[in-house]
């Protein structure tokens, strides 16, 4: 994981947010080639789970949301986490990691926060940062971010940054309802921001206190939600496959009952295997109809649906299929990265899938020579049209190489002499690191169906 966080730096994919301040924990700011590349996930998903099907529409909801939805979605009295602190050194850390970190073999979860303050206390639990013994007892701490709207100090209201994304979603419903053609089953999708006030791992992007979500609320009747789910279920394990990531490297993990969210019947993830260990990186959850009737019944709004042939009015159920967009680029960088020895040196390549690679290919012009620049520039400027590229010149091939293969560039293209001879260049691959010879007409069809291919 060092490597890995030390070339995303260092190759302007992800920075310590902050950073010339000191730092501010479990946040992390995506550079230039770490944002095409998130981008590059992120339209690749509203492709494969929006544009492409007929019954899903999208929004983009507000991050700032009435206090009174959280109450009535259960996240202000539901959306906690059991927080320990130390009393000689202040260290802040959740229980339940604190626990199972010190006493092996220790399940925790469903414990109340009495029992939790027992166990520290039953097995001498040091601090991890002070090795002292002296905690509080454990506490409650809600998950969600507040803050206050309103220009006159002493009567600003209270709201909350949205811990989740799919609030959005349902006090959308009945908008989408009345103004887009869709009958049950259908989905309502989006993307953005979320943030969570809560203790993190220290885990690279993994888990942090603002990330981004990309999910759909999909409506169905009540009867049709187990075969809903095992459908959702493949579409997500393809989606992963879809973007390069290793199978071997994956797999399915149902949460028991005490895991589930206060909103779900049942709930399973695509878990990763980091170098640290198995972790969650999708999620499906059956959500039932729990927030479209509490939102009713708070607001006193219907958000029935009517069916069209049949005029019957009932509230729908919802599978909730959620990807974490922020997460995903990390583990995307992850899997990709390879550190294999070439002519004794190390070589670090990042083997991403041309599809959601930052860059599609670079072109080189072997020397400063005004024919083999000219060459290069109409080249750089025909293959912009059609994929993101980069031109460089810097002369040191070897050098220019090591760059590309650090940030996934599938393929390099380089112009020399030969070129300006017989109109042919010469194309790298990139894992492979094969040359070939191919006409110079015909370097953007080939680049093309690489893509279309992988």
Known sequence: MDEIVALAKRRGFVFPSSEIYGGLANSWDFGHYGTLLKNNIRDLWWKKFVL??????GIDASVMLSSKIWEASGHVSGFTDALVDCKSCHFRTRADH?????????????????ELTDLIKKHSIKCP???????????????LFETKMGIIEGEKSTVYLRGEIAQGIFINFKNVLNSMRVTLPFGIAQQGKAFRNEITMGQFVHRTLEFDLMEFEYFIRKEEWEKTFEYWKNEMWQFAKNIGLRENKLRWREHEEFERSFYSKKTM???????????????????????????????????????????????????????????????????????????DKDRFVLKLNPKIAPIKAAIFPLQKDEKLVAIADSLYGKLKEKFVVEYDNAGNIGKMYRRQDEIGTPYCITIDYQTAEDKTVTIRDRDTMKQERIPLSSVAEVINTHIINS
């Open 52 to 57: 492409d099907r007929k019954n899903m529409v």
């Open 98 to 114: 604190l626990i199972e970190d010190a006493v092996k073999d220790i399940k925790v979860e469903g414990l109340s926060t009495q």
């Open 129 to 143: 940062k002070c090795g002292k013994k002296d905690f509080t007892d454990v506490r409650k701490f809600n998950l």
């Open 269 to 343: 993830d695509i878990e990763y295997n980091y170098p640290f260990g198995w972790k969650e990186m999708f999620g499906l959850a059956y959500r039932t109809d729990f927030d479209l009737s509490n939102h009713m019944k708070h607001s006193g709004k219907d958000l029935r649906y009517v069916d069209p042939k049949t005029k019957e009015m009932f509230i729908p159920h919802v599978i909730e299929p959620t990807f974490g967009l922020s997460r995903l680029t990390g583990i995307v960088l992850v899997d990709a990265f390879t550190k294999e020895t070439v002519n």
